[in-house]
Nanobody, 129 residues
Framework: QVQLVESGGGLVQAGGSLRLSCAAS????????MGWFRQAPGKEREFVAA????????DYADAVKGRFTISKDNAKNAVYLQMNSLKPEDTAVYYC??????????????????????WGQGTQVTVSS
């Protein structure tokens, strides 16, 4: 099991930027995928972005493509979400998630929340105007 802690959320004006961070700890093996999801009030949790262990494979939801960038630093056990050109509809609680991982070869990412076994507590992002 891995422990995940998000940070970097806050209040920002439309058109502004935020960078979310997710610090991971507790695992002794590598090659787990990570992703970002978000949930707005009254709505289901939705996929935002995902990245494979190597960082070579990424995917984004259509709503954020071209504006958000996911990245990771395996040496620091951290994943990031750079959010630019923010819109009011981006307002939500953002969650970091990690898949089960494996020692086997391969490089995977997942867009389904059911593929992720560990979740952070979430960080609030609010975009005004």
């Amino acid at each position: 099991q891995v422990q995940l802690v998000e940070s970097g959320g806050g209040l920002v004006q439309a058109g502004g930027s935020l960078r979310l961070s997710c610090a991971a700890s507790g695992r002794t093996f590598s090659r787990y995928a990570m992703g970002w999801f978000r949930q707005a009030p009254g709505k289901e949790r939705e996929f935002v972005a995902a990245i494979s262990w190597s960082g070579c494979s990424t995917d984004y939801a259509d709503a954020v493509k071209g504006r958000f960038t996911i990245s990771k630093d395996n040496a620091k056990n951290a994943v990031y979400l750079q959010m630019n050109s923010l819109k009011p509809e981006d307002t939500a609680v953002y969650y970091c998630a990690a898949s089960s991982g494996s020692y086997s070869s391969g490089d995977y990412y997942y867009t389904s929340p059911y593929e992720y076994t560990d979740w952070g507590q979430g960080t609030q992002v609010t975009v005004s105007s």
